[in-house]
């Protein structure tokens, strides 16, 4: 009895060490980024919009996403300890320095209208995410490697941007403490 219970031990463990020896280093998330607006008016699609020459009339969102690179500093060897990989049977994608949700905003640099109320240049748009909106019209989200924030038609009906361009300023922080941000223009005739 011991004996099959030693060697189903031993088998689980030998396949861990497998399985675990499989998976692919952490990626590392760097400071350089792709900061784009995407016309979410066609759910099954979503494109860039050229910030230089176009303008935005429907649903759209703003995104940020970091350019990530494989880390090879962690070899198998490093990382083969049986009592470590015993229960690491499967695999997730692991970020080194990955993007954090506190202080994470993101800005206009002109006032707009929300219900007939005005709200400030430089209000944090995941704060009125949050205490205004619910995720299904305003979704503001930061993810180990991105950062978004989604303005749904029943948001835009909410809204009233008089007719300018508008710069958004978007930060974020990453795990060892660096800000990365960004700022963007484009023209906004939604109504």
């Keep these: 009895m011991y004996k099959k219970a030693i060697l189903f031990y031993v088998s689980l463990s030998g396949l861990s060490v497998i ?5 692919p280093d952490p990626y590392t998330v760097t400071a350089e980024f792709k900061a784009y607006f995407g016309d979410i008016s066609d759910v099954s699609t979503t494109s ?12 759209f969102g703003y995104f940020m996403d970091a350019v990530v ?3 090879h500093e962690n070899s198998m060897l490093n990382d083969f300890n049986i009592f470590h990989s015993a229960y690491a049977l499967s695999c997730t994608e692991e970020y080194l320095n990955p993007y954090t949700f506190e202080n994470a905003s993101l800005t206009l640099d002109k006032p ?6 005005v709200i400030a240049a430089g209000t944090n748009l995941f704060d009125l995410a949050i205490s205004v909106f619910s995720e299904t019209e305003l979704n503001a989200y930061v993810f180990e490697t991105s950062f978004g924030v989604v303005f749904r038609r029943e948001v835009i009906q909410r809204l ?3 007719l300018d361009t508008y710069t958004f300023v978007a930060s974020v922080n990453m795990e060892d403490g660096t800000i990365v941000s960004s700022a963007d223009a484009v023209v906004i005739e939604i109504n």
Aim: hydrophobic share 40%; charged share 25%.
């Design 112 to 117: 707009f209208l929300l219900d007939g109320h």
């Design 160 to 162: 009233r941007f008089p």
């Design 69 to 71: 690179i494989a880390s």
């Design 19 to 23: 399985f675990s020896g499989c998976c």
């Design 48 to 59: 860039m919009i050229d910030t230089d020459t176009d303008t935005i009339r429907d649903a």
